[in-house]
């Protein structure tokens, strides 16, 4: 059983250059990271060395939580064993270091594995007199947990980016790609682009990057001129570009997949019609180490949360665990001071005033500044980025706050 403790998170409702004079507490949490920094910048999108596991001489929560009269329970619904131990246990890391960096004594945070049973792990958390609920990791975790924590009157502050899975109690950090795609088309088409085509995989998430897709360009005032879909391996990748090439001419291509796929298609989107095109991309290229080894892909743009301040909570993170955190830590940190936060207004022992979650300009953290929707989905301020030959560079930064509800 981990306890670990925080202060300083606000909400904030001025823009986000002016978070650091209006709230000190910020200031210092990301001054202490500053400082923490000594031993270099993790690259970009490094993959970490799976996280150690929970020390065996940790106890289960349900073994018996001592009583609370001045601190707010809080459960962490992770995977700590299984296949997704690693992810997991790096959310959870980061929200000790979340704990010890706001230096508050307001809140209790209790880990509960959702590996086998996240319904069960919802149920243990429950019954240990837990207000809030931070995760679980992925939509089929949230469905498993929103029916019962709902029945309790206890929020989700989840870490999916399944759109499908939030409201009704259940909020989600994850980077909603309709976002990503919305920011790059859009600022596409300030820069003159017109007409849009798009490569996008099958499935889940590719039928919803389509419609993400065709929704933005619409909105923008642009023209989509195609859009085609492959599984993923080499040779659907190469036919999809030729499909497209035979059937449109395009401005701007949107590859709505990961980094390395749009290494794959980059340089056949220039032999098949597209050799002036400028390539989009989405958040999902944000963990990607080599887009820069690819002469295909220089001038491409995408859109994804900012990852200065993420750099070096990285460098501390391995710093502290030795090893490299997975890139979905922040979530764990950011959702840790946004609790934080509404602890200050929020009695121990009351429920957690979720009206919170939606209300004012919303909130800043480790990705930047963001806030929920009605609909329970994280809105992000995000930044567009282009591909150079040196490396990543930023070209149009994020906005400084949301102006207006």
């Not at 910048?41 to 596991?53: D, H, L």
């Not at 289960?60 to 992810?87: C, I, K, Q, Y």
């Not at 679980?136 to 502050?157: D, F, G, M, N, Y």
């Not at 980025?385 to 949301?402: H, L, M, S």
Request: glycine share 10%.
């Amino acid at each position: 059983m981990a306890e670990r403790s925080l202060a300083g998170q606000v909400r904030f409702e001025q823009p986000v250059r002016r978070l650091w004079q209006r709230w000190p507490q910020i200031g210092a949490l990301f001054g202490a990271l500053l400082l923490a920094a000594c031993q270099g910048v993790i690259p970009r999108g490094q993959a970490p060395t799976p996280p150690p596991p929970p020390k065996p001489t940790e106890q289960s929560p349900s073994a018996g939580l001592p009583t609370d009269t001045e601190r707010h329970r809080v459960a962490l619904l992770v995977p700590l064993t299984g296949a997704n131990a690693g992810v997991g246990q790096s959310i959870a890391n980061a929200t000790t270091m979340a704990l010890l960096d706001t230096k508050t004594e307001r809140l209790r945070i209790t880990s509960y594995d959702t590996a086998k049973d996240p319904a069960g792990a919802a149920r243990r958390a429950i019954a240990d007199g837990n207000k809030l609920i931070l995760g679980p990791l992925t939509a089929e975790e949230v469905r498993a947990v929103a029916p019962i924590a709902k029945a309790a009157r206890v929020p989700v502050v989840g870490y999916s980016n399944d759109v499908s899975v939030a409201g009704n109690g259940v909020y989600l950090l994850g980077y909603a790609p309709s976002q990503s795609i919305d920011r790059v088309v859009s600022y596409a088409r300030g820069k003159g682009v017109s007409s849009f085509a798009a490569l996008v995989p099958k499935g889940v998430y590719g039928e919803r990057a389509g419609n993400a897709f065709l929704n933005a360009v619409k909105a923008s005032g642009g023209t989509a001129v195609g859009m085609e879909t492959f599984d993923r391996s080499p040779d659907s990748v190469t036919a999809a570009v030729k499909r497209l090439s035979t059937r449109s001419s395009y401005d701007a291509l949107l590859i709505a997949d990961v980094g390395r796929i749009a290494l794959q298609a980059a340089p056949q989107v220039r032999k098949e019609g597209g050799a002036n095109a400028r390539i989009l991309g989405t958040e999902l290229w944000n963990t990607e180490t080599n887009l820069t080894s690819s002469p295909a892909l220089k001038g491409a743009w995408f859109a994804s949360v900012s990852d200065g301040l993420y750099r070096t909570l990285a460098t501390k993170y391995r710093s502290s665990y030795n090893v490299a955190p997975y890139r979905l830590a922040s979530l764990g940190y950011d959702s840790v001071l946004l609790a934080v936060r509404i602890a200050q207004d929020w009695k121990p022992g009351t429920d957690f005033p979720a009206a919170q979650l939606t209300e004012g300009d919303g909130f800043a953290g480790i990705d930047g500044a963001f806030r929920f929707g009605r609909d329970g989905v994280a809105l992000r301020a995000l930044e567009v980025q282009e591909v150079g030959t040196g490396g990543i560079n930023v070209v149009d930064a994020a906005p400084r706050g949301f102006g207006g509800k």
